[in-house]
């Protein structure tokens, strides 16, 4: 149809949208017609469960898996309650193992259950496989159905089995190779197998493996696959054999969720873990009150400095104008510290025994800060409040952007080091430590210029 060339997207989905409210299926299963997978998605992804549910069961049923797979795991599980039994069998049975098993743990165990034992066999016994391995681990995002070739074997003979795999292969572009124990020896490339002789050795074709083991982190194995440029990385067991392969669109989609995390905790909050629009607001709430209890708790420490220095204050009432400046420079320097650093981990740029080279660096970064902004702040008070008072912002802005970047910069590694999401240790907490120090360096320095 050509409607979808001349009306764009937004007036479709939204004239889809009040045709669902009004249950005029037959113009809603035509509209939905000429829309893309990815229109398909996030068209459903703004829909409530029950009209969403409308909607999926007038896509025919070959589309219906492929969008199913493309939605959010949170979505699929909302999804999965609204529709009938019949409907949620034909498309779990349709899923990949490791789609498969990342849906199961949005679902009730009752409903979880079920579904499994509606799989044929075979298919519940490869879900089982990925199921059986701890929740963040790589074992859980591979895919076990994997072509693998045997280093003694030849290119004809490989690309034989290619053929008769080609069906339910998750991807056959990365060839791993094992010897008859199934450990992994090389990676053979479907390019070099296509213009090799046929009778040439396989053990000649491939290139020294590089892989991950099945218990290490998901995020660090996609993370691997990113910076290698692989479109796939062999899973092995402990023991080196292959158990599964992680192919790019996986590793794609483990970062994209590990950034949304580590966004969200950044900002002081939980991550939703699903769309926006498709998001309870009883969800949304929960998801940002306990770090605003948090957060609100930390900053009961500021009031309980300015209760200390209260006397200052009295004394000299022109220095609480200037709180407001310093507690946010030194919020935002240590946020701005704390944010490179807990991406720069996220990356493999440093490491947690990197410490003291990243705390010596950010004392660098905070100095020349605390220079910049201490002269212009010691030029703005003078020549409002005179010399004294412009020293004392000055001095104090030195100070307080060196102690905020070092604190910044050290903090997520501290938390990597004890094991806890470093971005739980990144904004959040350095601000509200930050304003509370930052108070204590501001009033003592002070009382030494001022004389108080």
């Known amino acids: 149809m050509d409607t979808q060339r001349t009306i764009p ?8 949208e009040r045709d669902l409210a009004g249950t005029d299926v037959a113009v809603v299963a035509e509209a939905l017609e000429p829309l893309s997978t990815s229109q398909v998605v996030q068209l459903l992804e ?3 469960p029950r009209r969403m549910a409308l909607a999926y069961r007038l896509l025919p049923k070959q589309r219906a898996v492929a ?3 493309r939605l959010d795991a949170a979505v699929q599980g909302d999804l999965v309650g609204a529709l009938q039994d019949e409907d949620v069998a034909a498309v779990f049975g349709q899923m ?11 679902l009730p165990a009752s409903v979880a259950s079920r579904l499994m034992q509606g799989l044929p066999r075979g298919e519940r016994e490869l879900t089982a496989v990925v199921l059986g391995y701890p929740e963040r681990s790589i074992g859980r995002r591979m895919s076990p159905e994997v072509v693998s070739l045997q280093a003694d074997s ?19 572009y990365t060839l791993p190779v094992v010897d008859q124990g199934r450990c992994l020896v090389g990676i053979a490339d479907l390019r070099d197998l296509m213009a090799a002789d046929d009778q040439a050795p396989i053990s000649e074709l491939m290139a020294e493996p590089l892989s991950v083991t099945a218990t290490e982190s998901a ?3 996609a993370r691997l696959c990113a910076d290698m440029r692989l479109l796939a990385l062999p899973v092995v067991d402990a023991e080196s054999r292959l158990v599964g392969i992680l192919t790019v669109d996986d590793a794609l989609a483990i970062l994209e969720e590990a950034d949304s995390e580590d966004q969200a905790r950044i900002s002081g909050s939980e991550p939703l873990r699903r769309p926006y629009l498709a998001t309870p607001v009883r969800s949304i709430v929960r998801s940002r009150v306990v770090w605003l209890l948090v957060l609100a708790i930390g900053a009961t420490l500021t009031v309980q400095v300015l209760e200390v220095f209260e006397d200052t204050l009295a004394q000299m009432v022109v220095l609480s104008v200037f709180v407001p400046l310093l507690i946010g420079t030194g919020g935002n320097t240590g946020n701005q510290a704390a944010t490179t650093v807990t991406r720069a981990l996220a990356l493999g740029d440093v490491r947690p025994r990197d410490v003291l080279r990243v705390a010596l660096r950010e004392v660098r970064v905070g100095i020349t800060l605390g220079v910049l902004l201490g002269v212009l702040g010691f030029l703005v008070a003078s020549a409002f409040y005179g010399m004294q008072i412009g020293a004392v912002i ?3 802005l030195l100070n307080i ?14 938390g990597r080091l004890l094991k806890v999401d470093p971005a739980v240790f990144a904004n959040p907490f350095i601000t509200t430590i930050v304003d509370a120090t930052g108070l204590i360096i501001y009033f003592l320095i002070a009382r030494a210029v001022l004389g108080l």
């Open 9 to 16: 997207f937004e007036r479709v989905s939204d004239a889809i």
């Open 46 to 48: 703004r829909l409530d």
């Open 67 to 69: 969008v199913f797979e």
């Open 96 to 106: 990949e193992p490791d789609d498969r098993a990342v849906l199961l743990d949005e």
């Open 154 to 172: 030849t290119a004809s003979q490989a690309m034989e089995r290619i053929r008769t795999r080609l069906v339910d292969a998750e991807t056959v």
């Open 219 to 221: 995020e660090g194995a």
């Open 394 to 396: 000055g001095l104090t």
């Open 401 to 414: 952007c060196t102690l905020a970047a070092t604190l910044g910069g050290v903090m997520p590694l501290i």
